[in-house]
């Protein structure tokens, strides 16, 4: 375990900045949703990382991540049945269509 | 150079490689391929940082569940441009620059941690990290009632879930 901290932190920033590129650059709905799922697992590492260098005694860490693998999943659940009702109805999936509830 | 060194560069080159791929290739098949390969290697740092459960959950819940999920929704919705048109919008390299900016900033702000080339502390022998997480996870004194939070907001998603794609009712 001679690993340095920030490796692990610079590696969650580059995996969120992917993902965040991602969420900004694709035209569809559920790769939007793709880049969001590596955005939450680049602040997962961090949080594990955390808690493995700063105090393993304490759960917080592991906790907060299982939690937001709950979030995660209800997330992609909710996500991906709006995005198959707006298909049915409108038979797109290109989040620049969905423009409904757009002022 | 010791061997959890190689290990952590060889998941993290998995890692950032399989996300590149997520985010451009073509087909959203693939890409939802590609994420299972990314979160794989996520699943090897968790067992790296010596959190073997968290290591479990991310095989059984991210890639047995949420990248399946993904799949089946691609599949769903495939009719839809397949592999024509431009899969990005035109604003991209706004995106791209975007993304760098912040990837700048993130890396200046770890680099300018105070001791942040330290080292793993021990973990002490008779500590039992997965017991003690279990435990935090039910004690009311520790995370209990964040955890039957979280519990109630996927059992509220899911019902609502299977209601919004169920489809047209009968009226």
């Known amino acids: 375990m001679n690993i340095p901290l920030s490796w692990y932190l610079i590696l969650a920033a580059s995996l969120f900045c992917i993902g965040l590129y991602g969420v900004l650059s694709r035209r569809n709905a559920i790769a939007i949703l793709l880049g969001v799922e590596l955005m ?43 995005i198959i ?19 | 150079m010791t061997a959890s060194q190689i290990v952590f560069l060889l998941s993290a080159a998995l890692i950032i490689g399989s996300a590149l791929m997520v985010v451009t290739t073509r087909k959203l098949v693939h890409a939802a ?8 290697g996520v699943a090897i740092l968790y067992g790296l940082l010596e959190a073997g459960f968290l290591a479990v959950v991310q095989v059984v819940v991210y890639i047995g569940a949420i990248a399946i999920l993904f799949i089946f929704a691609v599949m769903l919705t495939r009719k839809e441009m397949r592999d024509t048109g ?16 912040v990837l700048a900033g993130l890396v200046f702000l770890v680099l300018d941690m105070p001791d942040v080339a330290r080292t793993a502390v021990e973990i002490p022998a008779e500590v039992d990290t997965v017991g003690a997480l279990g435990q935090a996870l039910v004690s ?32």
């Open chain 1, 40 to 82: 939450l697992n680049a602040v997962n590492i961090n949080l594990v990382a955390f808690w493995r260098y700063l105090d393993p005694a304490q759960m917080g860490g592991q906790v907060f991540a299982i939690i937001v693998f709950a979030v995660a999943a209800a997330e992609v659940a909710v996500g991906l049945a709006l």
């Open chain 2, 86 to 101: 431009p899969q990005t919008r035109r604003s991209w390299p706004l995106a791209a620059l975007l993304g760098l900016l």
């Open chain 2, 33 to 40: 391929l590609w994420l299972v390969a990314a979160l794989f």
């Open chain 2, 140 to 171: 009311p004194e520790a995370y209990a009632l964040p955890f039957e939070v979280a519990s109630v907001l996927l059992l509220a998603a899911l019902i609502g879930a299977v209601y919004i794609a169920s489809g047209q009712k009968k009226e």
């Open chain 1, 85 to 103: 009702s707006v298909y049915r109805s409108r038979k797109s999936v290109v989040a620049d269509d969905i423009d409904l509830m757009k002022w």
